[in-house]
């Protein structure tokens, strides 16, 4: 099982990339997907999930408008589109998987990919 992040890299201020979660030895069936960050000196934030099952998404505050998440299922593979990139979007970037819960939309998560470094410069 495993889950591979692609897509990082270096980018201008205003720019656009397109990050992409995956999954091998598992389907994404019945699984939420999450994407997450991790700066220097910051905690772990969650940036968008999406719940396989019934499609519903979710954003944080500073990502709507501007990240879209998305699935391919031929591919098995969940992609972070991300435009009008800010500074503040450096991090490491991480994805997830996991079987939602009852209560919640997405999470918990049991898988973890590595991270993809995404690099926005003013």
């Known amino acids: 099982v495993q889950l591979q992040a692609s897509g990082g890299g270096l980018v201008q201020a205003g720019g656009s990339l397109r990050l992409s979660c995956a999954a091998s030895g598992f389907s994404f069936d019945g699984h939420a997907i999450g994407w997450f960050r991790q700066s220097p000196g910051k905690e772990r934030e969650g940036v968008s999930c999406?719940?396989?099952?019934?499609?519903?998404?979710f954003y944080v505050d500073s990502a709507k408008g501007r990240f879209t998440i998305s699935a391919d299922n031929a591919k098995n593979t969940v992609y972070l589109q991300m435009s009008s990139l800010k500074s503040e979007d450096t991090a490491v970037y991480f994805c997830?998987?996991?079987?939602?819960?009852?209560?919640?939309?997405?999470?918990?998560?049991?898988?973890w990919g590595q991270g993809t470094l995404v690099t926005v410069s003013s």
């Open positions: 997830a998987a996991g079987i939602p819960d009852r209560t919640a939309m997405c999470g918990p998560y049991t898988y």
């Open positions: 999406l719940n396989y099952s019934d499609g519903r998404t």
